[in-house]
Protein backbone atom coordinates (compact mmCIF):
# COMPACT_ATOMS: atom_id res chain seq x y z
CA UNK A 1 0.00 0.00 0.00
CA UNK A 2 1.91 3.26 -1.14
CA UNK A 3 -0.54 5.62 0.99
CA UNK A 4 -2.00 7.43 -2.26
CA UNK A 5 -6.08 6.81 -1.52
CA UNK A 6 -8.13 7.06 -4.91
CA UNK A 7 -12.10 7.18 -5.07
CA UNK A 8 -13.99 5.50 -6.53
CA UNK A 9 -12.20 2.49 -7.81
CA UNK A 10 -15.02 2.07 -10.88
CA UNK A 11 -16.77 4.39 -12.54
CA UNK A 12 -19.18 3.63 -15.61
CA UNK A 13 -20.86 6.70 -17.32
CA UNK A 14 -22.27 7.34 -20.82
CA UNK A 15 -20.46 9.76 -23.33
CA UNK A 16 -21.34 13.81 -22.60
CA UNK A 17 -21.02 13.24 -18.97
CA UNK A 18 -19.31 14.53 -16.45
CA UNK A 19 -17.47 12.68 -13.86
CA UNK A 20 -15.07 13.63 -10.80
CA UNK A 21 -12.02 11.21 -10.26
CA UNK A 22 -10.57 11.98 -6.33
CA UNK A 23 -7.15 11.17 -4.87
CA UNK A 24 -5.68 12.00 -1.26
CA UNK A 25 -1.51 11.97 -1.37
CA UNK A 26 0.66 10.47 0.99
CA UNK A 27 0.83 12.43 4.81
CA UNK A 28 3.21 14.67 4.00
CA UNK A 29 3.22 15.31 0.30
CA UNK A 30 2.89 18.07 -1.04
CA UNK A 31 3.10 17.14 -4.86
CA UNK A 32 0.03 15.33 -7.03
CA UNK A 33 0.16 14.23 -10.25
CA UNK A 34 -2.20 12.71 -12.59
CA UNK A 35 -1.64 10.34 -15.21
CA UNK A 36 -3.97 8.09 -17.89
CA UNK A 37 -3.39 4.75 -18.59
CA UNK A 38 -5.08 3.45 -21.93
CA UNK A 39 -4.43 0.46 -23.40
CA UNK A 40 -2.23 2.41 -26.48
CA UNK A 41 -1.01 4.83 -25.11
CA UNK A 42 0.81 4.06 -22.07
CA UNK A 43 1.05 6.34 -19.11
CA UNK A 44 0.57 9.61 -20.08
CA UNK A 45 1.34 12.81 -17.63
CA UNK A 46 -1.62 14.79 -17.22
CA UNK A 47 -0.83 17.56 -14.92
CA UNK A 48 0.71 18.18 -11.54
CA UNK A 49 -0.34 20.29 -8.65
CA UNK A 50 2.31 21.26 -5.61
CA UNK A 51 0.85 23.13 -2.02
CA UNK A 52 -2.43 23.97 -4.17
CA UNK A 53 -0.93 25.65 -7.10
CA UNK A 54 -0.72 24.13 -10.66
CA UNK A 55 3.33 23.60 -11.71
CA UNK A 56 3.03 21.66 -14.81
CA UNK A 57 0.61 20.59 -17.74
CA UNK A 58 0.87 17.96 -19.79
CA UNK A 59 -1.56 16.07 -22.47
CA UNK A 60 -4.35 17.26 -20.33
CA UNK A 61 -7.24 18.07 -22.91
CA UNK A 62 -9.27 20.90 -22.30
CA UNK A 63 -12.10 19.02 -21.48
CA UNK A 64 -10.10 17.55 -18.15
CA UNK A 65 -9.25 19.86 -15.60
CA UNK A 66 -8.06 19.90 -12.18
CA UNK A 67 -7.63 21.37 -8.58
CA UNK A 68 -5.90 20.40 -5.72
CA UNK A 69 -7.67 21.83 -2.30
CA UNK A 70 -6.15 23.59 1.01
CA UNK A 71 -6.19 19.89 2.80
CA UNK A 72 -3.74 18.83 -0.48
CA UNK A 73 -6.91 16.12 -1.72
CA UNK A 74 -7.22 16.71 -5.25
CA UNK A 75 -10.34 16.49 -7.90
CA UNK A 76 -9.82 15.82 -11.60
CA UNK A 77 -13.03 16.75 -13.66
CA UNK A 78 -13.91 14.78 -16.94
CA UNK A 79 -16.54 16.42 -18.92
CA UNK A 80 -18.41 15.83 -22.18
CA UNK A 81 -16.70 12.59 -22.01
CA UNK A 82 -16.08 10.48 -24.74
CA UNK A 83 -15.50 6.74 -25.60
CA UNK A 84 -11.98 7.67 -25.81
CA UNK A 85 -11.94 9.04 -22.49
CA UNK A 86 -12.07 4.90 -21.14
CA UNK A 87 -8.76 4.67 -19.30
CA UNK A 88 -7.32 3.95 -15.76
CA UNK A 89 -6.27 7.31 -13.97
CA UNK A 90 -3.59 7.36 -11.65
CA UNK A 91 -2.40 9.51 -8.73
CA UNK A 92 0.96 9.89 -7.63
CA UNK A 93 2.06 11.83 -5.04
CA UNK A 94 5.76 12.83 -3.76
CA UNK A 95 6.87 15.37 -0.79
CA UNK A 96 9.27 17.48 -2.90
CA UNK A 97 9.91 18.45 -6.24
CA UNK A 98 11.79 16.67 -7.67
CA UNK A 99 11.24 13.41 -5.67
CA UNK A 100 9.99 9.91 -6.17
CA UNK A 101 6.51 9.59 -7.18
CA UNK A 102 4.16 7.14 -5.41
CA UNK A 103 1.19 5.81 -7.01
CA UNK A 104 -2.59 5.08 -6.04
CA UNK A 105 -4.43 2.34 -7.22
CA UNK A 106 -6.36 4.24 -9.98
CA UNK A 107 -9.55 4.50 -10.77
CA UNK A 108 -11.09 2.74 -14.05
CA UNK A 109 -13.58 4.85 -16.21
CA UNK A 110 -15.65 2.67 -18.38
CA UNK A 111 -16.99 5.19 -21.34
CA UNK A 112 -19.99 3.63 -22.95
CA UNK B 1 11.07 9.96 -32.06
CA UNK B 2 9.94 9.20 -27.85
CA UNK B 3 12.14 10.49 -25.26
CA UNK B 4 12.38 7.23 -23.82
CA UNK B 5 12.56 4.64 -25.65
CA UNK B 6 11.55 0.70 -23.62
CA UNK B 7 11.09 -2.58 -25.45
CA UNK B 8 7.50 -3.73 -25.08
CA UNK B 9 7.90 -7.46 -25.07
CA UNK B 10 6.71 -9.48 -24.17
CA UNK B 11 9.80 -11.13 -22.38
CA UNK B 12 9.62 -14.53 -21.36
CA UNK B 13 12.58 -16.46 -19.02
CA UNK B 14 12.63 -19.11 -16.97
CA UNK B 15 12.17 -19.49 -12.86
CA UNK B 16 15.34 -18.60 -11.38
CA UNK B 17 16.93 -17.16 -14.26
CA UNK B 18 18.34 -13.36 -14.54
CA UNK B 19 15.80 -10.86 -15.80
CA UNK B 20 17.34 -8.01 -18.01
CA UNK B 21 15.41 -4.68 -18.47
CA UNK B 22 16.54 -1.41 -20.54
CA UNK B 23 15.42 1.64 -21.41
CA UNK B 24 17.42 4.42 -23.57
CA UNK B 25 16.72 8.18 -23.46
CA UNK B 26 17.47 11.23 -25.71
CA UNK B 27 17.80 14.02 -23.63
CA UNK B 28 20.80 14.43 -21.66
CA UNK B 29 19.71 16.85 -19.07
CA UNK B 30 17.32 14.24 -17.33
CA UNK B 31 18.63 13.61 -13.84
CA UNK B 32 17.07 11.08 -12.24
CA UNK B 33 15.91 7.25 -12.78
CA UNK B 34 13.25 5.26 -11.88
CA UNK B 35 11.90 1.82 -11.97
CA UNK B 36 8.14 1.21 -11.22
CA UNK B 37 6.41 -2.58 -11.44
CA UNK B 38 2.78 -2.98 -12.32
CA UNK B 39 0.75 -5.83 -11.56
CA UNK B 40 -2.02 -6.40 -14.08
CA UNK B 41 -3.10 -2.74 -14.11
CA UNK B 42 -2.67 -2.17 -11.16
CA UNK B 43 -0.96 0.87 -9.55
CA UNK B 44 2.65 1.52 -10.52
CA UNK B 45 4.75 0.42 -7.77
CA UNK B 46 8.29 1.77 -7.37
CA UNK B 47 10.79 -0.52 -7.25
CA UNK B 48 14.55 1.69 -7.37
CA UNK B 49 15.34 5.24 -8.04
CA UNK B 50 19.27 6.48 -8.40
CA UNK B 51 20.09 10.27 -8.93
CA UNK B 52 24.11 9.26 -10.65
CA UNK B 53 25.27 6.48 -12.57
CA UNK B 54 26.49 3.45 -11.81
CA UNK B 55 25.27 0.44 -10.05
CA UNK B 56 22.33 0.45 -7.04
CA UNK B 57 21.41 -2.58 -5.46
CA UNK B 58 18.36 -3.52 -3.49
CA UNK B 59 18.14 -7.48 -2.83
CA UNK B 60 17.59 -9.29 -5.74
CA UNK B 61 17.02 -5.61 -7.74
CA UNK B 62 20.13 -3.97 -9.53
CA UNK B 63 19.82 -0.78 -10.91
CA UNK B 64 22.00 0.67 -13.60
CA UNK B 65 22.30 4.00 -15.34
CA UNK B 66 25.19 4.75 -17.24
CA UNK B 67 24.39 8.57 -18.47
CA UNK B 68 27.50 8.39 -21.36
CA UNK B 69 25.47 6.16 -23.20
CA UNK B 70 22.32 7.44 -21.89
CA UNK B 71 20.81 4.05 -21.11
CA UNK B 72 19.41 2.65 -18.18
CA UNK B 73 19.08 -1.32 -17.23
CA UNK B 74 16.96 -3.31 -14.23
CA UNK B 75 18.63 -6.83 -13.41
CA UNK B 76 16.14 -9.13 -11.35
CA UNK B 77 17.94 -11.99 -10.11
CA UNK B 78 16.74 -15.47 -8.98
CA UNK B 79 13.27 -14.36 -10.51
CA UNK B 80 10.48 -15.92 -9.20
CA UNK B 81 6.90 -16.02 -11.10
CA UNK B 82 5.89 -13.46 -8.67
CA UNK B 83 8.15 -10.81 -10.92
CA UNK B 84 5.45 -11.81 -13.79
CA UNK B 85 4.57 -8.07 -14.36
CA UNK B 86 5.01 -5.13 -16.55
CA UNK B 87 7.97 -3.02 -15.76
CA UNK B 88 8.51 0.79 -16.03
CA UNK B 89 11.15 2.96 -16.50
CA UNK B 90 10.86 6.89 -15.81
CA UNK B 91 13.10 9.42 -15.85
CA UNK B 92 13.15 13.29 -14.91
CA UNK B 93 14.90 16.08 -14.08
CA UNK B 94 14.76 18.36 -16.91
CA UNK B 95 12.46 20.40 -15.57
CA UNK B 96 11.91 22.05 -11.83
CA UNK B 97 8.95 20.15 -11.15
CA UNK B 98 9.32 16.45 -11.12
CA UNK B 99 7.51 15.85 -14.65
CA UNK B 100 8.90 12.21 -15.03
CA UNK B 101 8.96 9.98 -18.41
CA UNK B 102 7.33 7.05 -18.60
CA UNK B 103 8.84 4.18 -21.02
CA UNK B 104 6.42 2.19 -22.13
CA UNK B 105 6.51 -0.60 -20.28
CA UNK B 106 7.93 -4.33 -20.46
CA UNK B 107 6.05 -7.08 -19.71
CA UNK B 108 7.79 -9.92 -18.00
CA UNK B 109 6.64 -13.36 -17.91
CA UNK B 110 8.40 -16.04 -15.51
CA UNK B 111 7.61 -19.47 -16.07
CA UNK B 112 7.94 -22.15 -13.56
Known amino acids: DSGVTQTPKHLITATGQRVTLRCSPRSGDLSVYWYQQSLDQGLQFLIQ???????AKGNILERFSAQQFPDLHSELNLSSLELGDSALYFC???????????FGPGTRLTVL | QKEVEQDPGPLSVPEGAIVSLNCTYSNSAFQYFMWYRQYSRKGPELLMY????GNKEDGRFTAQVDKSSKYISLFIRDSQPSDSATYLC????????????FGAGTQVVVTP
Open chain 1, 49 to 55: YYNGEER
Open chain 1, 92 to 102: ASSVGIPDTQY
Open chain 2, 50 to 53: TYSS
Open chain 2, 90 to 101: AIGGTDSWGKLQ
